[in-house]
């Protein structure tokens, strides 16, 4: 098994900053991937960000230019700063992270930590 643990959402105003961060822990062989997910209300589970193993980054359109993702290798967690925040960033955001076992990939996912923007 694989344990995600969040940290570091919070309330900040419109234009702060904020980093959430997760730990992986467990049966982890590989790390292929980890990355940001987030669900508003009402709406569906969209991915944030995310960082391959070679260090390879991939941002949704919306962040871009104000979200920075990171990933230690050694320590197994990846952070996601978040800067020049927005009303429409407030969401539970999850962390994900894949494992690869051989041929196989396995997505595991944390519990989640609420980020809530005030305008």
């Known amino acids: 098994q694989v344990q995600l643990v969040e940290s570091g959402g919070g309330l900040v105003q419109a234009g702060g900053s904020l980093t959430v961060s997760c730990a992986a822990s467990?049966?982890?062989?590989?790390?292929?991937?980890m990355g940001w997910y987030r669900q508003a209300p009402g709406k569906s589970r969209e991915s944030v960000a995310s960082?391959?193993?070679?260090?390879?980054?991939n941002y949704a359109d919306s962040v871009k230019g104000r979200f920075t993702i990171s990933r230690d290798n050694a320590k197994n967690t990846v952070s996601l700063r978040m800067n020049s925040l927005k009303p429409e960033d407030t969401a539970i955001y999850y962390c994900?992270?894949?494992?690869?076992?051989?041929?196989?990939?396995?997505?595991?996912w944390g519990q989640g930590t609420q980020v809530t923007v005030s305008s």
């Open positions: 994900k992270t894949t494992i690869q076992r051989g041929p196989i990939f396995l997505g595991y």
């Open positions: 960082i391959r193993r070679d260090g390879t980054t």
């Open positions: 467990g049966s982890i062989d590989s790390i292929y991937e």
